[in-house]
């Protein structure tokens, strides 16, 4: 029931927008049929109608906004959970070595700010990295062929 708030919330932004257009239409609708020589409400119709759409419109981004920042957020923090629990993982793998760092990054002693930067550092360099196909060691990007077994990438 409370899961995926933002995306709701933007689901309900578009449904307030929608509802709001209709009532416009609906009283601009209205004026029109009671229009006469003595009570003139094509105007007056044609302002409710304009004025309504854009205010249902324009209201919307801001609850469709708000829930847009949510889903993101929320998303974010999933990010970052599953890149810090994967890096946990790492730490107790030799491979931090492999990728150019001599001791495992301590949780208990390092800025957010500084983990954030050598996460995105570890991807980097992971992520260019290529995996042998014939011997299965992990040659750097620039490597045309594998340093252990010579077969081409
Ligand atoms: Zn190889």
Redesign the pocket.
Known sequence: MFTNIGGKIKTLAKVLCWIGIIASVICAIVLWTQNSRYNPTIALGFGVLIGGVLSSWIGSFFMYGFGELIAETTLNRQISQSILEMMKKQNTDSSWAEVGYDEPIDFSQEGVAQSAIRTGEFLKSHAARWE?A??G?MNDSSAIM?K??G?YK
């Open positions: 042998c014939e011997c060691s594998c252990d077994c077969t």
